[in-house]
């Protein structure tokens, strides 16, 4: 029983680059939470993703940062022109229903840190 | 909208000893609580949660936790630690019909022997 696979585990761009990070769900699992996690801080909200559907992006960076979660395949983070400051863990979490509740806690993947040079 | 603190960043324990995270959250209404705990490169292994009900949640790992209303705290508790439990450690609050759940900073619990 997988739970939450994230991909690349580690991931080096260079400044102006594309990133794409890509989450697949616990089996089962239709909603989708994409995360950031600078060094010595917690995690911040980003996107709240259904199946086709951005339900909440009230997180996301309004430039150059988008995410996807297709009918098909895993959910995508991707970054455009990235630059030092992206440099973060960047971590999936996925749930039952709607979440956080009563039966439907966030699992959440090991993350993928990016690194802009 | 939801926010939580962690006033410890760093806590040093030695093996064996109990252990208290604090945890203090704003919400206007009773919120859902959580405590998650990461290992390094590792992402969040979720301790225990808060929604209702009897006030001290039992976790995973021997970890229990307690909501008190008053203080607007979720302290997490473990009456006797173990190297293992070196790691660090978050806490979150989230609302009905949000999706925003909010994390602490989280605190760094370091174990010696």
């Known amino acids: 029983n997988a739970g939450v696979m994230q991909n690349p585990r580690h991931l080096v761009r260079r400044r102006g680059q594309e990133a794409r990070l890509r989450c697949s769900p616990m089996k089962g699992h239709s909603h989708v939470y994409w995360y950031r996690q600078l060094p010595e801080e917690g995690l911040k909200f980003m996107v709240y993703l259904q199946k086709e559907n951005i339900i909440d992006e009230s997180g996301m960076p309004k430039e150059r940062f988008s995410a996807e979660f297709p009918k098909e395949g895993p959910s995508i983070l991707r970054i455009q022109q990235v630059v030092r400051g992206d440099s973060a863990a960047y971590f999936c979490?996925?749930?039952?229903?709607?979440?956080?509740?009563?039966?439907?806690?966030?699992?959440f993947g090991n993350g993928t840190r990016l690194t802009v040079t | 909208a939801q926010s939580v603190t962690q006033p410890d960043i760093h806590i040093t324990v030695s093996e064996g000893a109990s252990l208290e995270l604090r945890c203090n959250y704003s919400y206007g209404a009773t919120p859902y609580l959580f405590w998650y705990v990461q290992s390094p490169g590792q992402g969040l292994q979720l301790l225990l949660k808060?929604?209702?009900?009897?006030?001290l949640v039992q976790g995973i790992k021997g970890f229990e936790a307690e909501f008190k209303r008053s203080q607007s705290s979720f302290n997490l508790r473990k009456p006797s630690v173990h190297w293992s439990d070196a790691a660090e450690y978050f806490c979150?609050?989230?609302?009905?019909?949000?999706?925003?759940?909010?994390f602490g900073a989280g605190t760094r619990l370091t174990v010696k022997p």
């Open positions: 979150a609050v989230g609302a009905p019909n949000n999706n925003d759940m909010r």
């Open positions: 979490a996925s749930s039952l229903a709607p979440g956080p509740g009563v039966n439907s806690p966030l699992h």
């Open positions: 808060y929604f209702s009900g009897d006030t």
